[in-house]
C-alpha cells in the first residue's frame, strides 16, 4: 500500500517554470517505477515522463529537452521540474507508481499556464 499526494501545481506564464512534488508514504518507492501523467480537459490522460528503479527515464516528445523527472528515494518523493512551459502543457498532473500488477494514482495537481 502506497498513498501519493502531488503538490506544486498552479498559475504559471508561457516560458515560466514549476516543480511538482510527489510525496509517497505508507511505503518505500526505491522498487516501483513512478511516472508523472496529465489530463487536459477534453483529452484522455497522457504519460509525461517515467523514471525507473534504476534511474532510467522516458520522456512524451512533447516534454523532452524541458521537463525532468526525478527521485530520491530517501525522501519517498519523485519529482517533475518543468521549464519553459507552454499554454499546451496546461493540464491536471497525476503521479503515478508502478510495481508488477500493482498500480496507484495520486489525487492530480492542477497545472495552467497562461498569460
Known amino acids: 500500500q502506497v498513498q501519493l499526494v502531488e503538490s506544486g501545481g498552479g498559475l504559471v506564464q508561457p516560458g515560466g517554470s514549476l516543480r511538482l512534488s510527489c510525496a509517497a508514504s505508507g511505503s518505500s518507492i526505491s522498487s516501483f517505477t513512478m511516472g508523472w501523467y496529465r489530463q487536459a480537459p477534453g483529452k484522455q490522460r497522457e504519460l509525461v515522463a517515467t523514471i525507473s528503479t534504476g534511474g532510467s527515464t522516458d520522456y512524451a516528445d512533447s516534454v523532452k529537452g524541458r521537463f525532468t523527472i526525478s527521485r530520491d528515494n530517501a525522501k519517498n518523493t519523485v519529482y517533475l521540474q518543468m521549464n519553459s512551459l507552454k499554454p499546451e502543457d496546461t493540464a491536471v498532473y497525476y503521479c503515478?507508481?508502478?510495481?508488477?500488477?500493482?498500480?496507484?494514482w495520486g489525487q492530480g495537481t492542477q497545472v495552467t499556464v497562461s498569460s
Open positions: 503515478n507508481a508502478k510495481r508488477w500488477g500493482y498500480v496507484r
